[in-house]
């Protein structure tokens, strides 16, 4: 149990609103008048004990938990009430552990001395005599000095000892200095620069915090030719992509990532308006790298370099690539189609074949067009590994053939696509000049079948989600509390992981004459406070809105919306489908409540029957208006015009 469960388990939401509100029984609930406008008429705020929700169904038409109402009555902040209620209730809020505090300073000081290392190493680049040579590397290589100051370029000067004395001056220590990667120790355990005479490109993570350097010599002497920073608490060349932090919002409005080798193969593209680039570092694509570029897009283009190292680096990646990417994965969605039952992660993983001798730097600086059109014509995945192993081999060799046939036919049958294994079986039957039946008999390894196990009486046995619906059946007021629980939950996943869809969305709403999407839509206080967060991220350009969003949830929340998140980490629909089932999860939220609400005020009219005409004329009224927007939800609902919005 969190400790906002244990804190509502504790805490009783009758004696914390029975502090400022009379409440009168009603059945189950309990009514009176709402102490957030001005009204002593109608009793229109009522409180539910078994869900520990309230609401108003007046003026102020707002509602939630034991939180939200402690906040909107003290003016509190979500952490502020947290604190305070926790306090109440004897639940002790979990703090940092001492290692913990110590390590996220730790951190946070390795950072800083690393924004400082790359305000010296630019400052160096400028001012230092021997930077001119790493300058004049630069523009060799097309780049202006405009582009040079947004990447950050630097230069490390070509001293042993030039850099970290500079820095122990500063206050940081010689271990700070080993551990953010800037200094080495000898064997007797004095320091030296690690980067000496080289051009110098930070790296910054995807959230754009410094993590470590890559490094060019600038003379063929110095090897290797391109020195990174070493494996530190920060630095993971196997998890970074180089120029990530400035590609996301690309890569967003694109729905589109390429995949480079080098630091100036990002640098020089983005330049010339082509800012969807990304670079590992210096090694085959890994399954993390991967996995963050799946949360921006599933469309990625590998463009490498055409000599034979980039040939054996495109085929690295391109087993990485669908190993990790082009596998069909299952999940179970509820019955009234919020989500659908099993889907399909559909990566478009497609492969650039540059000219001879070629980086993708010389392209575009030489034509963009031609650069434009490259990606655009990239090849799908088996399609670029046949004709790499074909390209300059004796496909009269039936040798040969077979060689080739036994490196693509695997591919072929481990696409899940019945035309698509066809479609290529044709294009190799075609390109080696055989009988398509021939490769179609060709033996294979045969495949192992799940080992179906009979359920014993302690094993668990999955059983299917059960309709959502069923629940409101067996108890209407948990069932329904808890549905809509599930609903916020679902559309929070994605909106905190794409917040711009919420254009999209609120476009949609407004067409179905509907008000755009509000912290009011949800009943949850912790699931209000991360559509606020969210709602912030896009009226700003700072940050990237995820990041945004992240950076201002309260710290206290941060393991929930980690949790909320990874409900939608591996949910493989298309765009147009994640969009299309957020407005449905929406109008259903908005269903649900409104004839919750509808259901709650016939029972108060009962009530008011025998005592206050006045009272029936304002829940009609509510009614009424509640059913109007009722009408435009299920019309919206059905409507084909939902079927066709597109991201």
Not at 151 to 158: D, I
Not at 388 to 399: F, H
Not at 433 to 452: F, G, N, S, W
Request: glycine share 4%.
């Amino acid at each position: 149990m969190s400790e906002i469960e244990e804190i509502k388990a504790r805490l009783d939401i009758l004696d914390i609103v029975s502090e400022n509100v009379q409440l009168k029984r009603s059945g189950k609930n309990y009514t009176g008048f709402c102490p957030f406008h001005a009204n002593t008429r109608t009793p229109a705020f009522v409180v539910w004990p078994e869900t520990g929700t309230w609401r108003c169904f007046g003026d102020c038409n707002d509602g939630g938990d034991i939180f939200k109402y402690v906040m909107k009555r003290e003016g509190w902040d979500f952490p502020e009430a947290l604190r305070q209620l926790a306090a109440r209730a004897g639940v002790e809020l979990r703090p940092l552990t001492p290692e913990e505090t110590e390590q996220r300073e730790e951190y946070d000081r390795l950072r800083q001395l690393l924004e400082e290392a790359t305000t010296y190493f630019r400052h160096q680049l400028f001012n230092h005599p021997a930077g001119k040579n790493a300058l004049d590397y630069l523009h060799g290589r097309g780049l202006t000095d405009e582009t040079i100051e947004v990447f950050e370029l630097g230069y490390a000067p070509p001293g042993w000892e030039d850099m970290y004395p500079y820095f122990l001056e500063k206050g940081y220590t010689r271990e700070e200095l080993v551990d953010a990667g800037l200094a080495s120790a000898r064997d007797d355990g004095s320091l030296y620069d690690r980067f000496r005479n080289r051009a110098i490109f930070p790296i910054r993570d995807g959230r754009g915090r410094m993590a470590g350097y890559g490094a060019r010599a600038l003379t063929p002497d110095d090897m290797p030719k391109y020195l990174n920073s070493p494996q530190t608490a920060l630095f993971d060349k196997s998890d970074l992509l180089y120029g990530l932090d400035k590609a996301r919002r690309s890569i967003r409005a694109e729905d589109q990532v390429v995949i480079v080798e080098g630091y100036l193969d990002v640098i020089a593209p983005y330049q010339a308006g082509f800012t969807n680039l990304v670079s590992p570092m210096g090694t085959a694509l890994t399954e993390g790298q991967l996995t963050q570029l799946k949360r921006l897009t599933r469309r990625i283009v590998l463009a490498l370099d055409a000599d034979a190292a980039g040939v054996k680096a495109t085929l690295r990646g391109l087993e990485v690539a669908r190993q990790t990417l082009d596998r069909e994965t299952e999940m179970t969605f509820d019955a009234r189609g919020l989500l659908r039952s099993e889907a399909r992660l559909n990566a478009d993983i497609r492969v650039s074949t540059l000219p001879d001798e070629k980086d993708p730097d010389e392209v575009v600086q030489e034509d963009p067009a031609l650069w434009a059109r490259l990606i655009e014509e990239a090849q799908p995945i088996v399609a670029h590994v046949m004709h790499t192993l074909a390209e300059g081999q004796n496909l009269n060799d039936p040798k040969v053939k077979t060689e080739i046939a036994e490196q693509v036919l695997p591919l072929i049958r481990d696409l899940p696509n019945a035309i698509e294994r066809d479609t290529y079986r044709q294009q190799l039957a075609r390109l080696l000049r055989v009988d398509e039946r021939t490769l179609v008999a060709q033996p294979t390894a045969p495949r192992r079948k799940p080992i179906r196990r009979r359920p014993t009486q302690d094993a668990e046995v999955e059983t299917p989600q059960k309709d959502p619906a069923a629940e409101w059946v067996a108890s209407p007021e948990t069932g329904k509390a808890h549905m809509l629980y599930k609903l916020e939950e679902h559309s929070l996943s994605f909106l905190m992981r794409q917040p711009e869809m919420l254009y999209k969305i609120n476009r949609a709403l407004k067409a179905a004459d509907l008000l755009p999407l509000s912290e009011e839509d949800f009943q949850n206080t912790v699931h209000q406070e991360f559509l606020k967060a969210v709602l912030q991220s896009v009226d700003q350009d700072t940050l990237h809105p995820v990041s945004f969003a992240l950076d201002h949830i309260p710290f206290s929340l941060l393991e929930q919306a980690e949790a909320v998140l990874k409900k939608s980490e591996s949910v493989s629909i298309e765009p147009d489908e994640i969009i299309q089932d957020l407005i449905r999860t929406i109008l259903r939220m908005r269903e649900t409540k409104l004839q919750s609400s509808n259901n709650q005020i016939r029972f108060l009219m009962e009530e008011a029957q025998a005592h206050n005409p006045d009272e029936l004329l304002q829940y009609n009224y509510i009614i009424q208006k509640n059913s109007q927007t009722l009408l435009r939800i299920q019309k919206a609902l059905v409507s084909p015009d939902l079927k066709s919005v597109k991201p």
